[in-house]
């Protein structure tokens, strides 16, 4: 067990998708008050130009512009006019900041079946909630999975607002929910790296091997599947396609939470204030896979939700996830810090030619992302972090005084108990 003195705290917020159970005589009150909201949000996107062209940025100067002919043309409360004329607002802002990149962006339009609610709009209650519509309030019921029971009975989050949606598919209202609570950001000084591929989707310089044999297999299953009815390019092939895309994303999705669920609990067992992950550039040309085939069918395979979802889970612990430049961290023996690209063969396994160690290459990688973090110049760092430790399977690394990655010592371990997935 380990003791942390938290001198800081961090907002975490979650949105939890709840499914509505509403009265069928005021499914049609929903349907238009969606409908009436998307109008008011497009009418106001339509005339937020000023007198001099310019587009107005500012909620109380477009709040005069467009309120009370959202009220007129509506049949929506006060407060949801002001919730469109916002949401318009903001995704104006996006534009506007594309636009001064450079980037070509068209002014936005809102056509998705979803309204935005807040607490003076929205009633939220442990089992139910009531809406404002067109009509009136609507009172639902939730229709709640062990997932929505779990944040919704946790006394620490505050429920602040939510959007209503409607999922065509499904004939179906969801509410999603966001919640918040504060989270005591960990005061320590212990890092954790994660090293990201094929084979092992996530090693951790703990010695924590997480598979992805099941994935790359789920994955190949439905390229070949895919492919298949694509060669057809009939109807029914196309609508079957449609499904497929859902259980494939659903089927990914579900075993990158998973992973990062575990991850995030052995950095916790092991008493880290950090995780450090490699940033994603050019990740799919930086893997040990030779065979293209296989980096192709990974192409849609989420190495960014990965280290989402770690950031996310990691923050309701309070530990901190960095991101470190990846170079050479497959090359570089974590042992001595000799770097070379014929350090690691073929077969993924890392045989360091100065000092001879032998490691699993995805391990020593691992390792290498945590050292990282660890040798980022002040000023750069987190502000928290100090001279830092390395969390191994048993025991720590501390850098040595001239911050070189190449030279630590270990506490706590010997070389040889470092990790079993080492020779020598």
Excluded at 75 to 100: G, H, I, M, Q
Excluded at 159 to 164: A, E, Q
Excluded at 385 to 396: D, E, H, I, Y
């Amino acid at each position: 067990m380990y003791d942390f003195v938290c001198e800081f705290a961090m907002e975490v917020k979650r949105t939890v998708p709840v499914k509505l159970d509403v009265p069928d005589e005021r499914r049609e009150d929903l349907h238009t008050t969606i409908e009436q909201f998307n109008d008011a949000a497009n009418y106001t996107v339509e005339n937020a130009r000023d007198d001099d062209g310019y587009l107005t940025l500012t909620k109380s100067k477009i709040h005069d512009c467009v309120y009370y002919d959202l009220r007129d043309r509506t049949d929506l409360p006060a407060n949801l006019c002001v919730r469109a004329y916002s949401k318009a607002v903001d995704a104006l802002k996006s534009t506007v900041a594309e636009w001064k990149k450079g980037n070509s962006r068209p002014l936005p339009q809102f056509s998705a079946s979803s309204a935005v609610y807040d607490k003076r709009t929205l009633t939220i209650k442990d089992r139910s909630a009531t809406l404002s519509t067109v009509n009136g309030r609507v009172a639902v019921e939730y229709v709640l999975g062990d997932y929505q029971r779990s944040y919704l009975d946790d006394d620490d989050y505050e429920k602040r607002m939510g959007t209503l949606h409607y999922r065509e598919g499904e004939d179906s209202f969801y509410l999603h929910i966001v919640l918040s609570k504060e989270v005591d950001e960990r005061d320590g000084d212990r890092v954790m790296g994660v090293d990201l591929n094929l084979k092992n989707v996530a090693v951790t310089s703990t010695g924590r091997f997480f598979d992805g044999g099941e994935l790359l297999w789920g994955q190949n299953h439905y390229f070949r599947v895919r492919r298949s009815l694509q060669a057809k390019g009939t109807r029914s092939a196309k609508q079957v396609l449609a499904r497929l895309s859902g259980r494939e994303n659903r089927f990914v999705l579900d075993r990158l939470h998973t992973i990062s669920r575990r991850l995030v609990e052995e950095a916790d067992t092991h008493g880290c204030s950090y995780i450090a992950v490699e940033r994603l550039t050019h990740i799919r040309d930086r893997m040990d896979n030779p065979n293209d085939r296989v980096k192709r069918q990974m192409h849609d395979w989420a190495f960014r939700e990965l280290q989402e979802m770690i950031e996310w889970k990691a923050a309701e612990y309070g530990i901190s996830v960095e991101r470190v430049p990846p170079a050479f961290t497959s090359q570089t023996c974590s042992r001595c810090g000799h770097q070379s690209s014929t350090n690691r063969g073929s077969d993924g396994w890392f045989s360091c030619n100065e000092c001879g160690r032998e490691y699993d290459g995805n391990y020593n990688a691992a390792k290498n992302v945590g050292l990282k973090l660890l040798t980022v110049p002040e000023g750069k760092r987190p502000s928290g972090l100090g001279n830092g430790q390395l969390a191994l399977k048993s025991g720590t690394v501390n850098l040595s005084d001239d911050r070189s990655s190449a030279e630590f010592r270990p506490e706590g371990e010997s070389h040889g108990q470092a990790h079993d997935c080492s020779r020598g």
